[in-house]
T-cell receptor, first 113, second 114 residues
Framework: GENVEQHPSTLSVQEGDSAVIKCTYSDSASNYFPWYKQELGKRPQLIIDIRSNVGEKKDQRIAVTLNKTAKHFSLHITETQPEDSAVYFCAAIVGGATNKLIFGTGTLLAVQP | DAMVIQNPRYQVTQFGKPVTLSCSQTLNHNVMYWYQQKSSQAPKLLFHYYDKDFNNEADTPDNFQSRRPNTSFCFLDIRSPGLGDAAMYLC?????????????FGPGTRLTVL
């Protein structure tokens, strides 16, 4: 079945620096890859997603890249701010026709002011 | 502006005492999901409903059941909670079950088993 690996598990950056979180997936039929941000004690919230027909998507300070051949995708946050501190989960859809999400193990991002 | 609502936010139960968690939505979405999230782990799908059609994950313990009496409400029943069932339980919804349909999460119910 689908397996999603996420690295690193923790990431500490200085305010203003960039942060990169990487994920790999195993199911070549996966075609949708959302990223969720979860602040302590709060709900996961979708921050950006990418479909398999594009290689990159950007939304202000957040960007996601997808390499289908290598089966990996990455989240890039530029000009980090303390409010970016949270746990970030990548996810992949199982196969191409279901809506079952398999989540990565999460990255705790700490932005030091 | 709450769209996916979960009650209660915190639930304490005793070992073996049945407990029910509630989820409601104002989005009129067709699909409702229940996830279990243990401390420092990723959410894990337990089951979901497409309208009234129930879809159970193969590795979801029999101890966990669900009911969806109408479009707006979905319940998670834990028949005999064990210590290992202590977790955050997240409800989510999506409009349809297509791969690209965004899932919207509720705030979760944190279950403690004594």
């Amino acid at each position: 079945g689908e397996n999603v690996e996420q690295h690193p598990s923790t990431l500490s950056v200085q305010e203003g620096d960039s942060a990169v979180i990487k994920c790999t997936y195993s199911d070549s039929a996966s075609n949708y890859f959302p990223w969720y941000k979860q602040e302590l004690g709060k709900r996961p919230q979708l921050i950006i997603d990418i479909r398999s027909n594009v290689g990159e998507k950007k939304d202000q300070r957040i960007a996601v890249t997808l390499n289908k051949t290598a089966k990996h995708f990455s989240l890039h946050i530029t000009e980090t701010q303390p409010e970016d501190s949270a746990v970030y989960f990548c996810a992949a859809i199982v196969g191409g026709a279901t809506n079952k999400l398999i989540f990565g193990t999460g990255t705790l991002l700490a932005v030091q002011p | 502006d709450a769209m996916v609502i979960q009650n209660p936010r915190y639930q304490v139960t005793q070992f073996g005492k049945p407990v029910t968690l509630s989820c409601s939505q104002t989005l009129n979405h067709n699909v409702m999901y229940w996830y279990q999230q243990k401390s420092s782990q990723a959410p894990k799908l337990l089951f979901h409903y497409y309208d009234k059609d129930f879809n159970n994950e193969a590795d979801t313990p029999d101890n966990f059941q669900s009911r969806r009496p109408n479009t707006s409400f979905c319940f998670l029943d834990i028949r005999s909670p064990g210590l290992g069932d202590a977790a955050m339980y997240l409800c989510a919804t999506s409009l349809y079950s297509r791969a690209t349909d965004t899932q919207y999460f509720g705030p979760g119910t944190r279950l403690t088993v004594l």
